[in-house]
Antibody
Framework: QLQLQESGPGLVKPSETLSLTCTVS??????????WGWLRQPPGKGLEWIGA???????SYNPSLESRVTISVDTSRNQFSLRLSSVTAADTAIYYC???????????????????WGQGTLVTVSS | DIQMTQSPSSVSASVGDRVTITCRAS??????VAWYQQRPGRAPKLLIY???TLQSGVPSRFSGSGSGTEFTLTISSLQPEDFATYYC??????????FGQGTRVDI
């Protein structure tokens, strides 16, 4: 059974870099058609996709965060990681890692949904 | 960008009730919708994709319908474990994978 588990500091100071790692167990991260992504949810609010990485290292990011985000993969450890720079209080959220199936429709372009999620980790930005 | 608007924002229901949640897209998106359930303090869980396809392991009391701009998630007979917040997602909205704002189902 595939499981994802986030890890990293729960408190980050403003202007610093948030770093989280997601460890995948029960399956290989080197699987075709699946991307490995990060999403976040501010307390009491909705879901926002941050970005994702494919096992060969190709990435895609939400344009609203792209200038501050780096997502990388380590296939030897079956892990992928998120770095979000220059954080502010607005980046306080529960951060989830998730697997998402991604495909391509000739008529409409890329499609994707998230079929397996980590439990989430709360990251608070505060001095 | 295409917006996804859910209604109602919250609904009160009882065990055994039939509950319907609507998600409207600001323009036609064919059948590119997924639905998720998020219980309090838990991660979201995929229920339905491609508007109508039930994810493996999801109880058959959940169903999805719609195409174009209007989509519905129906719970045919609400169970205690179904009290949660439900989100729709536009699954063809690369590179943002836009979600609706959520509908809370409570007692």
């Amino acid at each position: 059974q595939l499981q994802l588990q986030e890890s990293g500091p729960g408190l980050v100071k403003p202007s610093e870099t948030l770093s989280l790692t997601c460890t995948v167990s029960g399956g290989s991260i080197s699987t075709s058609s699946y991307y490995w992504g990060w999403l976040r949810q501010p307390p009491g609010k909705g879901l926002e996709w941050i970005g994702a990485v494919y096992y060969v290292g190709s990435t895609s990011y939400n344009p609203s965060l792209e200038s501050r985000v780096t997502i990388s993969v380590d296939t030897s450890r079956n892990q992928f990681s998120l770095r979000l720079s220059s954080v502010t209080a607005a980046d306080t959220a529960i951060y989830y890692c998730a697997r998402h199936l991604r495909g391509y429709d000739l008529l409409t372009g890329y499609y994707s949904w998230f079929d397996t999620w980590g439990q989430g980790t709360l990251v608070t930005v505060s001095s | 960008d295409i917006q996804m608007t859910q209604s109602p924002s919250s609904v009160s229901a009882s065990v055994g009730d039939r509950v319907t949640i609507t998600c409207r897209a600001s323009q036609s998106i064919s059948s590119w919708v997924a639905w998720y359930q998020q219980r309090p303090g838990r991660a979201p869980k995929l229920l339905i994709y491609s508007a109508t396809t039930l994810q493996s392991g999801v109880p058959s009391r959940f169903s999805g319908s719609g195409s174009g701009t209007e989509f519905t998630l129906t719970i045919s007979s609400l169970q205690p474990e179904d009290f949660a917040t439900y989100y729709c997602q536009h699954t063809n909205s690369f590179p943002t994978w836009t979600f609706g704002q959520g509908t809370r189902v409570d007692i």
